[in-house]
């Protein structure tokens, strides 16, 4: 009965900017870390950052770092992902999980939302 839903993709200029959202429900959300993880064509689903249960702990992927930031409202159930300075590299599936430990390994993540699209043009 966990159900974690990404909405805010979509397709933007490069430079531009998204901010993805993640309702969850279903879990005792503030128990768990939560991360996002992307998926581009042709290539393996990779870590894209991931937030301790409080917001204490943030970690980026060295190809978003300063430009992505992860927040999360335990009072909404609610995960984001602010991306700035949007690149063509960013398009992808965008992907959000939950785990009870901060990780950046997708094995350890035990839920996880369908996705969302978001696409940078040049």
């Known amino acids: 009965q966990v159900h974690l839903v990404e909405s805010g993709g979509g397709l933007v200029q490069a430079g531009g900017s998204l901010r993805l959202s993640c309702a969850a429900s279903g879990l005792t959300f503030s128990s768990y870390a939560m991360g996002w993880f992307r998926q581009a064509p042709g290539k393996e689903r990779e870590f894209v950052s991931t937030?301790?249960?409080?917001?204490?702990?943030?970690n980026y992927a060295d190809s978003v770092k300063g430009r992505f930031t992860i927040s999360r409202d335990n009072t909404k159930n609610t995960v984001y992902l602010q991306m700035n300075s949007l690149k063509p590299e960013d398009t992808a599936v965008y992907r959000c999980?939950?785990?009870?430990?901060?990780?950046?390994?997708?094995?350890?993540?035990?839920?996880w939302g369908q996705g969302t699209q978001v696409t940078v043009s040049s």
């Open positions: 937030i301790s249960w409080n917001g204490g702990i943030t």
């Open positions: 999980a939950a785990a009870v430990t901060i990780s950046t390994a997708k094995s350890l993540y035990d839920y």
